[in-house]
């Protein structure tokens, strides 16, 4: 159990496009989702927290007008990385928490590269 | 703040021990330790919840000192697939923050 599915893996764009991640619980639902990022060599960043049904609260220094969150179920939350430019160029990785636990569950990571 | 984890780095033969420190400047709610191999997902290892907790399986355990906002991760009797980075994280509460990192490396 407790298995979380972050898709895509690994995605390639040009600069000034927008990226979408998906992060999804399988078998548990998650009233809490979330997003790290992780530069090599470096410590997972948290950017945001996103609540179900409601905004999601960002790090200090995380822009929430370019990194968009969206916590639409129980299952899903959704990161849009707006205008994407090199220096956006990471490791991206969502977890899980079962509603009521205490436990984080990590997707696999999307590994973003800008080109 | 990001808790501070020491050692950065540690290189050990199979079947040597390590031990792992996590110190926090702020109060602790809840520790949680987890082992990331490189390009993978964090892998949960353990959660300690309250303060004096001690945990382990197998040959990996952790302790938790609520009132020196410190925790310690204690490996015994190293394997090759202990190999990796391992993280603490703080709750402060209802978010987790990770540590800095620690490097471990175990050769045959």
């Known amino acids: 159990g407790a298995v979380v599915s972050q898709h895509p893996s690994r995605v390639i764009c040009k600069s000034g496009t927008s990226v979408k991640i998906e992060c999804r619980s399988l078998d548990f639902q998650a009233t809490t989702m979330f997003w790290y990022r992780q530069f090599p060599k470096q410590s997972l960043m948290l950017m945001a927290t996103s609540n179900e049904g409601s905004k999601a609260t960002y790090e200090q220094g995380v822009e929430k007008d370019k990194f968009l969150i969206n916590h639409a179920s129980l299952t899903l939350s959704t990161l849009t990385v707006t205008s994407a430019h090199p220096e956006d160029s990471s490791f991206y990785i969502c977890?899980?928490?079962?509603?009521?636990?205490?436990?984080?569950?990590f997707g696999a990571g999307t590994r973003l590269s800008v080109l | 703040q990001q808790p501070v984890q020491s050692p950065q780095a540690v290189i050990l033969r199979e079947g040597e021990d390590a031990v792992i420190n996590c110190s926090s400047s702020k109060a602790l709610y809840s520790v949680h330790w987890y082992r990331q191999k490189h390009g993978e997902a964090p892998v949960f290892l353990m959660i300690?919840?309250?303060?004096?907790e001690q945990k382990g399986h197998d040959k990996i355990s952790a302790s938790f000192n609520e009132k020196k906002q410190q925790s310690s991760l204690y490996l015994t009797a190293s394997q090759l697939s202990y190999s990796g980075t391992y993280f603490c994280g703080t709750t402060p509460p209802d978010k987790l923050i990770f540590g800095t990192g620690t490097r471990l490396q175990v050769f045959p």
């Open positions: 300690l919840l309250k303060g004096g």
């Open positions: 977890s899980a928490r079962e509603t009521g636990g205490n436990i984080q569950y």
